[in-house]
């Protein structure tokens, strides 16, 4: 029972929506880098452990063209930030990030193929260490850099919406408190026109009284309105995180039309359903492969973009561990190798992670991950939207 | 009669090595005794970590949750129970905290084992991994152990003899294991799941042993570094650790006892080595950037190279061996001249590193390098032995390893 009481002491429902939006910004980004791994193992039947660092370098990629287009932290007059901008910053990270997924592949993961898979998931460990500490060494990390807001046009622009208004009784109180508070004020401000030598600190008692009046009722009316802002539920959504939100969705889009509808797209997905044989129907699988790691590095790439431009987290080398991690844990929680599977771990986990904030468990947030990937794993080896194979001789 | 002699024998030469050693470096500095005893626990580490990765090819890589597990379960006991119980011999109190440790930190590969029962290959060392993070996370959200600020172990009990022995013992149960009927099931696991299974080997049992074995020694190696250290943080056992473990198994040969021992001594050493370095000024020896990306490039030559004789070349040995030291020698004549044109980057030359700081980059390094060039490790499955040592020697025969994969 009580610890019934301590679990749900931090809640408190009116912050759910809000969480809610949150959550799914987040989990946007993490199913953006899912797509990556998931793409990968689908594949190759490799766990890329280097994803999270190549969403690493996307942003720093965004950090040094910001840079260069002159919006750097301590610039007096930066320029006016557009949206071209933005693209071009985009457009550079996927365009950078693609480059490195598939040097790593060529030269890492390549020479592999023919060993076990443990050999190749070793190397991929080896690789994401190399990037995180070798970029360490040189990549400007303490202080731990972040992109300017100047060059986010939609900076401190936001839309809120009231979802359900605050209970009628609080707005009758605020109501009520209204004309006693405009009342005693134009009363107080009267003498005070009347008295102009009176010393406001030191009044004689009629003006006193009348300040005390004005003072008691300005309070019950603010106490009244704070309440009712506070009863109602609101909804704050910045617009460069919806600007963030649209950009994701219209990418998955893009992904889907390349992997449903174009030839390489069609070749990617028999390469995944069968290696071996795709590559008896003259299939070209190293060009598959490097097809892959383009797309799914590209949209790493964007995602870390977006998220360091629109969310201003600073920048270290280990950028990239804790939402590669997750959405790796996302990946095979739909089901790795499963496209659609990916999206939904991903979407469920920003949600998982940022109800464990609102249930004021904000210190737990990078450990719920693995807790609901454990308990699915244990109940649904294969993830939510995947098959699970029972192995046979 | 002879088993028993030959038993009774080795029990006391271990004990006798470990009383040796103590007095050896009993005198010398803190710093010098920290770098044994830190050896020592890396191996009692990477051999557990072996019998669960190489031996049983059950794919783990959160063993430094086990080593976290141990290390604060006894230190928490040490810091509020020592002065309240009968026992005041320090020693008694550690062998005894050295098994509990271990037995918390059985619990936790029971819990970890589990999963193991129906996930396999990537999925297990996901989960293990997760295991792990969650395990830290937990840690650091204790106040009453520390949190994130860590905690001191008082009294501190500094033995060296302590943790040799604990490695002995480690290294004696995983090799009696495998020398005796007990191991075949673990490695006939590794081998082949279903095969095992239809030959009549409890696969479930063998698995969640070999997690309970190998995590019980790794917590055991995290009370004793409690006790030496006195004061432990989150951040002491963090997935790089876990990483740490797994590259030093990977180098010496999954499998290979010998090659975990080896492989362990030389990374812990290595470090330390590196952080020992001084400069001509005596500061800790600093080098330029351009330095550490040339060295990068000439281990990519020498890499590509040595691949390129390997899988290419098929002729004389002799001449094979040429070329490996052609490879070499062109590995070593890139580094200069990429440190040349690299000299030139003012970003590169101008960046001065200190030397520890490329500890991790070396380890990822070598991850990587024995991967392309060696995916079997050093030692690959061979142990040492003496038969493999006299085979060695021997002209046309191939030497023969005590337990063949």
């Known amino acids: 029972m009580t610890l019934a009481l301590h679990l749900v002491a931090g809640v408190d429902f009116n912050t759910l929506p809000q969480q809610l939006v949150n959550g799914l910004l987040l989990g946007a980004i993490y199913a953006l880098i899912a797509l990556g791994y998931t793409m990968v193992y689908g594949v190759l039947r490799l766990i890329n452990f280097a994803h999270g660092e190549v969403y690493m370098l996307g942003a720093y990629v965004a950090l040094f063209v910001s840079y260069f287009m002159g919006f750097r932290p301590d610039a007096t007059h930066p320029p006016q930030a557009t949206i071209l901008n933005l693209v071009i910053m985009l457009l550079a990270s996927m365009v950078v990030c693609s480059i490195v997924g598939v040097c790593i592949e060529r030269f890492a993961y390549r020479p592999m193929r023919s060993h076990s898979r443990i050999a190749s998931l070793i190397t991929a460990i080896g690789v994401s260490l190399l ?48 004309p006693a508070k405009d009342q005693a004020q134009a009363a107080y401000q009267g003498w005070l026109t009347s008295h102009p030598n009176a010393d406001i600190y030191n009044l004689p008692a009629d003006g006193q009284a009348l300040k005390e009046a ?52 069609r070749a990617m997905r028999a390469v995944s359903h069968d290696f071996d044989s795709a590559a008896l129907m003259g299939i070209n699988v190293n060009n598959i492969v490097t097809f892959t790691f383009v797309l799914g ?97 | ?257 010998t090659g975990s021992i080896f492989a362990a001594a030389l990374l812990a050493y290595l470090p330390e080595y590196l952080r020992g370095l001084k400069g001509a000024d005596g500061q800790p020896l600093m080098i330029p950037g351009s330095n550490v990306v040339a060295w990068l490039v000439a281990v990519a030559v020498a890499v590509t190279l040595t691949r390129l004789v390997m899988n290419k070349y098929s002729g004389d040995k002799l001449k094979k061996l040429a070329l490996y030291l052609g490879a070499f020698a062109l590995a070593v004549v890139s580094r200069f001249i990429a440190a040349f044109f690299l000299r030139m980057i003012p970003v590169m030359a101008n960046k001065q590193i200190p030397i520890d700081q490329v500890r991790m980059v070396i380890f990822a390094v070598t991850l990587i390098v024995i991967m392309l060039l060696r995916p079997q490790g050093i030692f690959a499955h061979h142990e040492f032995s003496w038969s493999w040592v006299k085979g060695l020697f021997k002209r046309g025969e191939v030497p023969h390893s005590a337990v063949s994969a």
């Open chain 1, 214 to 265: 004005q003072q008691s009722s300005t309070d019950i009316f603010n106490d009244a309105e704070h309440k009712v802002e506070a009863g109602g539920v609101h909804l704050i959504i910045q617009t460069g995180q919806a600007v963030m939100l649209v950009s994701t969705v219209v990418l998955m889009g893009i992904l889907t039309y390349m992997v449903l509808f174009t030839r390489a797209g």
């Open chain 1, 131 to 178: 990037l995180q500490y070798g970029g360490a060494l040189f990549l400007p990390n303490s202080p731990p850099p972040s992109i300017s807001e100047s060059v986010n046009p939609f900076h401190g622009q936001s839309k809120e919406f009231t979802l359900k208004g605050p209970s009628q009784d609080l707005v009758m109180l605020v109501e009520k408190a209204k």
């Open chain 1, 297 to 393: 590095s590209s949209l790493a790439g964007a995602g870390a973009m977006m998220t360091a431009t629109f969310l201003g987290t600073p920048l270290t080398t280990f950028y990239g561990l804790a939402p590669g991690v997750k959405a790796f844990v996302a990946a095979v929680l739909g089901g790795i190798g499963n496209i659609p599977g990916a999206v939904l771990g991903g979407l469920l986990m920003g949600m998982a992670e940022n109800m464990v904030v609102w249930a004021g468990y904000s210190n737990y947030r990078d450990a719920v991950a693995f807790l609901v990937l454990i308990i699915v794993l244990l109940f649904k080896p294969g993830g939510l939207m995947g098959s699970s194979k029972v192995e046979k001789v």
């Open chain 2, 1 to 257: 009669m002879r088993f028993w002699s030959i038993r009774l024998a080795s029990v006391l030469i271990a004990l006798g090595a470990c009383v040796l050693l103590q007095a050896l470096v009993g005198h010398a500095s803190d710093y010098e005794q920290r770098i044994v005893v830190l050896v020592g626990l890396y191996i009692t580490l990477s051999v557990s970590l072996n019998l669960i990765n190489g031996i049983t090819g059950q794919f783990s890589i959160g063993h430094a949750a086990f080593y976290q597990v141990g290390a604060y379960l006894t230190g928490y006991l040490t810091l509020n129970y020592f002065s309240k119980q009968p026992i005041h011999n320090m020693l008694l109190w550690v062998i005894l905290m050295m098994f509990v440790g271990a037995i918390g930190a059985a619990v936790a590969g029971f819990i970890v084992g589990l999963p193991s029962l129906r996930l396999r290959g990537d999925y297990l060392a996901i989960v293990t991994l997760g295991f792990g993070e969650i395990i830290r996370i937990t840690v650091q959200n204790q106040p009453a152990i520390g949190g994130s600020y860590g905690m001191n172990v008082t009294p501190k009990y500094q033995s060296v003899a302590l943790v040799w022995l604990l490695a002995i013992i480690c290294i004696a149960v995983c090799r009696n294991l495998l020398k005796t009927a007990h191991g075949l099931p673990f490695l006939s696991v590794r081998e082949d799941e279903v095969a095992s299974q239809a030959m009549g080997v409890n696969v479930t049992r063998v698995k969640v042993t070999a997690f309970l074995i190998g995590s019980a020694f790794a917590g055991a190696a995290g009370a004793l570094l409690a006790h030496f250290e006195g004061f432990i943080t989150p951040t002491t056992f963090g997935m790089d650790v876990s990483f740490i473990i797994l590259t030093m198994v990977v180098l010496g040969g999954t499998g290979s006892i």
